[in-house]
């Protein structure tokens, strides 16, 4: 079983930073991919930020050239450091893995984290 749990959400004003973290516990050998998405308050699920295994990143639109996704492979965690934040980036923030392989099986199945809050004020 594959638990994800996420560090770094609150309240930023406008133009602020903030750094969030997600780390995956369990019998992990390697993650494919790892990432963000976010759930505004309209209630739409959208990707922020996705990285594989080979550096290879994927941003959303609205988050480029302001948001870095990066992570640690030898500690199965990610990260997603967000620089001049807008109000309209107020959601919560859900870690997602997937491409697990565990003590030696590939699992496809997508995980998700419980989702940390970040607010951000005009």
């Known amino acids: 079983q594959v638990e994800l749990v996420e560090f770094g959400g609150g309240l930023v004003q406008a133009g602020g930073s903030l750094r969030l973290s997600c780390s995956a516990s369990?019998?992990?050998?390697?993650?494919?991919?790892m990432g963000w998405y976010r759930q505004t308050p309209r209630g739409q699920r959208e990707l922020v930020a996705m990285?594989?295994?080979?550096?290879?990143?994927n941003y959303g639109d609205s988050v480029k050239d302001r948001f870095t996704v990066s992570r640690d492979s030898s500690k199965n965690t990610v990260y997603l450091q967000m620089n001049s934040l807008k109000p309209e980036d107020t959601a919560v923030y859900y870690c997602?893995?997937?491409?697990?392989?565990?003590?030696?099986?590939?699992?496809?199945?997508?995980?998700w984290g419980e989702g940390t809050l970040v607010t951000v004020s005009s």
């Open positions: 997602r893995v997937n491409g697990i392989v565990i003590k030696g099986v590939f699992d496809a199945g997508i995980y």
């Open positions: 369990g019998s992990i050998f390697s993650i494919n991919a």
């Open positions: 990285i594989s295994r080979t550096g290879s990143t």
